[in-house]
């Protein structure tokens, strides 16, 4: 199985900072990298996927980069709407695994 | 625009069979595998298992020996079955469809179901 990890677990931020989760792969997936945002008692939401391409209908302040093993998430000025857990996942090959996820709240 | 709605038993005794579906509103059900997750209270997700609509399926090789997953193509259903289950498999459940493209496939998930939280408990 291919393993995720993120960096970091949790993170305080203010309403404005510009906020980065790392994600890393133990092996190359290419561009197969998928990030999710998850609130409190709901199901996951696709934010970007491909690594790098935003869905449609998220705010263009979340911006996705890297590839092969190395990943980053970043929202450029985060409101009060994006506080939540972020989870990278592979899909480069199942069985399609997640990182343990990154809570981002208020500081 | 496709929405998943999910259903099924929410309390399953130890060594008994859970069973969940979901059913498939709009767009093309056909353009899709559809996969199911879960994540167990306070912790992270896992991939279980998914099937199209013509009934390929890939599974998670860690829960593969008591997962059943099926399809009904016409009613726009997949249906989940995990045998044998113990207090480790306490978890919302959801379902996903898993979409792909000839620029990636590899795909991405999306959209989600509701999920349908199962506890196992005697």
């Known amino acids: 199985d291919i393993q995720m990890t993120q960096s970091p677990s949790s993170l305080s931020a203010s309403v404005g900072d510009r906020v980065t989760i790392t994600c890393r792969a133990s092996?190359?997936?290419?561009?197969?990298l998928n990030w999710y945002q998850q609130e409190p008692g709901e199901a996951p939401h696709l934010v970007i996927f491909?690594?790098?391409t935003l869905r449609s209908g998220v705010p263009s302040r979340f911006s996705g980069s890297g590839s092969g093993t190395h990943f980053t998430l970043t929202i450029s000025a985060v409101q009060p709407e994006d506080f939540a857990t972020y989870f990278c996942?592979?899909?480069?090959?199942?069985?399609?695994?997640f990182g343990p996820g990154t809570k981002v709240d208020i500081k | 625009q496709v929405h998943v709605k999910q259903w099924g038993a929410g309390l399953v005794k130890p060594s008994e069979t859970l069973s969940l579906s979901c059913a498939v509103s709009?767009?093309?059900?056909?353009?899709?595998?559809w996969s199911w997750f879960r994540q167990p209270p306070g912790k992270g997700l896992e991939w279980i298992a998914e099937?199209?609509?013509?009934?390929?399926?890939n599974y998670n090789p860690s829960l593969k020996s008591r997962v059943t997953i099926s399809v009904d193509t016409p009613k726009r259903q997949s249906s989940l079955r995990l045998s044998s289950v113990t207090a480790a498999d306490t978890a919302v459940y959801y379902c996903?469809?898993?979409?792909?493209?000839?620029?990636?496939?590899?795909?991405?998930?999306?959209?989600w179901g509701q999920g349908t939280p199962v506890t196992v408990s005697s």
């Open positions: 996903a469809g898993h979409w792909t493209t000839t620029d990636s496939p590899s795909g991405w998930f999306d959209p």
């Open positions: 709009g767009g093309s059900f056909s353009d899709y595998f």
């Open positions: 099937i199209n609509h013509s009934g390929r399926t």
């Open positions: 092996q190359s997936i290419s561009s197969s």
């Open positions: 491909a690594a790098s």
């Open positions: 996942q592979q899909s480069y090959s199942p069985p399609f695994t």
